[in-house]
Nanobody, 119 residues
Framework: QVQLVESGGGLVQAGGSLRLSCAVSGSIFRRNAMGWFRQAPGKQRELVAYIFSSGNTNYADSVKGRFTVSRDNAKSTMYLQMNSLKPEDTAVYYC?????????????WGQGTQVTVSS
């Protein structure tokens, strides 16, 4: 069974940076597209970014130019570098181990990591 563990969240001031990590156990990592999602209080979970096994990436419009998703297949880990953070980026961030071509999650979820951006 695939397990995911997110880390790297925290409290940061607006304009600051954080780097999230998603460590994946299981053999699917190398061949699957994987993604980052977030859920703010009272809102639905939304796509942030996803990355194909080829390294190609896609981003939500709200984070383009500020966030970068990457993966290290040797370490079975996906990352999300978040720069120029805004208060509206505050949410619990989750990774998903199996994302479709269109960014729809269909795999296992991690436990999430809280990101709080103060103004």
């Amino acid at each position: 069974q695939v397990q995911l563990v997110e880390s790297g969240g925290g409290l940061v001031q607006a304009g600051g940076s954080l780097r999230l990590s998603c460590a994946v156990s299981g053999s699917i990592f190398r061949r699957n597209a994987m993604g980052w999602f977030r859920q703010a209080p009272g809102k639905q979970r939304e796509l942030v970014a996803y990355i194909f096994s080829s390294g190609n990436t896609n981003y939500a419009d709200s984070v383009k130019g500020r966030f970068t998703v990457s993966r290290d297949n040797a370490k079975s880990t996906m990352y999300l570098q978040m720069n120029s953070l805004k208060p509206e980026d505050t949410a619990v961030y989750y990774c998903n181990a199996d994302v479709t071509f269109w960014g729809v999650p269909r795999g296992s979820w991690g436990q999430g990591t809280q990101v709080t951006v103060s103004s």
